[in-house]
Every structure is written in structure tokens, then in C-alpha cells.
């Protein structure tokens, strides 16, 4: 049986994003072995849902992305 994964980033003040709608504090602070946890969670999902905001948001990214989320999970 599949396993269901929530991988979301929220703020200390519990806001998934500012009221700006900004996300540039996601990636603030961030040490290399959470980046490493998130690449191999998202990179082993068999499928990623997300809202038409972050969708809009990502797909200007990914037709020239590099870097570790950018390569196809399979």
C-alpha cells in the first residue's frame, strides 16, 4: 500500500504565505540536510498535487530549471 505525504511549508506564526503573497521566506534558513529530505521526499512521490497559484507560480520555472528540483522524479 501507497503511503500519503504532506510536505507544506508554514511559517512559526502558522501563514503559508505573507500577506503579499511573497515566498521568500521558504527557503530562509534552510540547512542542507532539510534540502536533502525534501529532494529525495518529493523526488520519490508517484504523483504532486498542488493549487493553480503555485502551479502558475512553477510552471514559468521548470522548462529552464536546473538544480536539484528540477530533474523529472521518474
Same mark, same amino acid.
Given at each position: @500500500? #501507497?503511503? &500519503?505525504?504532506?510536505?507544506?511549508?508554514?511559517? &512559526?506564526?502558522?501563514?503559508? *504565505?505573507?500577506?503579499?503573497?511573497?515566498?521568500?521566506?521558504? #527557503? *530562509?534558513?534552510?540547512?542542507d540536510?532539510? &534540502? /536533502?529530505? =525534501?529532494?529525495? =521526499?518529493? /523526488?520519490? *512521490?508517484? #504523483?504532486?498535487? @498542488?493549487?493553480? #497559484? =503555485?502551479? *502558475?507560480?512553477?510552471?514559468?520555472?521548470?522548462?529552464?530549471a536546473?538544480?536539484?528540483?528540477?530533474?523529472? /522524479?521518474?
Open positions: @500500500m #501507497a503511503s &500519503l505525504v504532506l510536505k507544506m511549508s508554514v511559517s &512559526l506564526d502558522g501563514y503559508v *504565505a505573507p500577506i503579499d503573497g511573497s515566498t521568500d521566506w521558504i #527557503a *530562509a534558513g534552510g540547512s540536510d532539510a &534540502l /536533502s529530505w =525534501t529532494v529525495e =521526499t518529493v /523526488s520519490n *512521490a508517484g #504523483a504532486h498535487l @498542488m493549487g493553480s #497559484a =503555485t502551479y *502558475a507560480g512553477w510552471a514559468t520555472y521548470w522548462p529552464s536546473s538544480g536539484p528540483f528540477a530533474k523529472p /522524479s521518474r
